[in-house]
């Protein structure tokens, strides 16, 4: 009898312990290489803006930039018109910061470059627009 | 004596099944360190973003169920807030969340504003958010939305 009733107690009780609850296994985005190259290009904007602001200009362009023509989007999106224009109004406007003989200020044309950056990101992927307006120079 | 101990057995066995296992909620954490305390009720958010003018912002934790999640990267979410729908968004694009926590709770912590969002952008959202080309097509009128810009996020697992 006390076997049977210490038995009847465990075996209850180990079933209320039994837990089912299932792990959660969360699905992270996994940077494409689009997204790697324009973490890329920030940070060579906030170099190029220290460097502007303290008298040290950039002096060299950076021709990985060039590599928006053909890196690829998350989920393997096609690039849109808008996107390839927008890109090389950047590149151009990239390039002009190493026209030594320009008339125009280096500031202004490196703002210039920021702003067709936050053109693009208006009509393509609005998310990064805040952190890309802390690049311009005030 | 076998009487008590059967019925002893049973008053054992009732006592200690009844006994309940307290959940331990546990968190995954996304962006800047928060608690998961000082939270503003329902009612509170729903108050603040009712007083709330295009143009002002105000500090804000609370937690609400996700609605919906960016599919192409868990950039921003939808959070159920009782009268409506909040968009989160993540400070400097510096985090995102998993895709797949819909119907999940999370708590918020950030700068709650209002603002207009343009028909393209509610566009690239619905992209986003893997809608059909005729659900797409069907927004044509900017919308006022609640926001919200999460320095950190607790997911509850």
């Known amino acids: ?138 | 004596m076998k009487k008590r101990i059967l019925l002893l057995s049973i008053v054992t066995l009732l006592v200690a099944c009844k006994t309940e296992h307290k959940k331990e909620l546990s968190y995954l954490s996304f962006g800047g360190e928060i608690s998961n305390k000082e939270l503003l009720s329902n009612d509170q958010v729903v108050e603040t973003y009712k007083n709330l003018k295009v143009g002002d912002t105000i500090n804000m934790k609370f937690s609400a169920t996700v609605n919906e999640v960016c599919q192409a990267k868990g950039c921003w979410m939808l959070l159920d807030i009782g009268a409506g729908e909040a968009m989160v968004k993540f400070k400097d694009y510096g985090f995102f969340m998993p895709k797949n926590i819909a119907d999940k709770e999370v708590i918020v912590n950030g700068k709650a504003f209002v603002s207009e969002v343009s028909i393209e952008e509610q566009r690239h959202y619905a992209e986003d958010a893997g809608k059909s080309d005729e659900e797409i097509a069907a927004i044509t009128q900017v919308k006022k939305t609640l926001s919200l810009e999460a320095d950190g996020v607790l997911l509850i697992e």
């Open chain 1, 1 to 138: 009898m006390k076997f049977i009733s210490i038995a009847f107690f465990l075996f209850s009780c180990q079933n209320s312990d039994l837990s089912t609850t299932k792990k959660f296994i969360p699905d992270m985005y996994e940077e494409s290489e689009m997204t790697l190259l324009m973490r890329s290009i920030y940070e060579e904007n906030s170099k190029m803006k220290k460097g502007i602001i303290t008298g040290t200009p950039p002096n060299r362009f950076p021709s990985y930039f060039l590599n928006i023509f053909n890196s690829k989007l998350t989920n393997d999106k096609p690039y849109s018109e808008k996107f390839m224009t927008y890109s090389k109004v950047y590149i151009d406007n990239v390039r002009t910061l190493f026209d030594t003989v320009s008339s125009i200020s280096l500031k202004t044309r490196y703002n210039n470059s920021i702003n067709s950056c936050i053109a693009c990101h208006t009509s393509e992927c609005t998310g990064p627009i805040p952190s890309i307006k802390k690049l311009l120079i005030k």
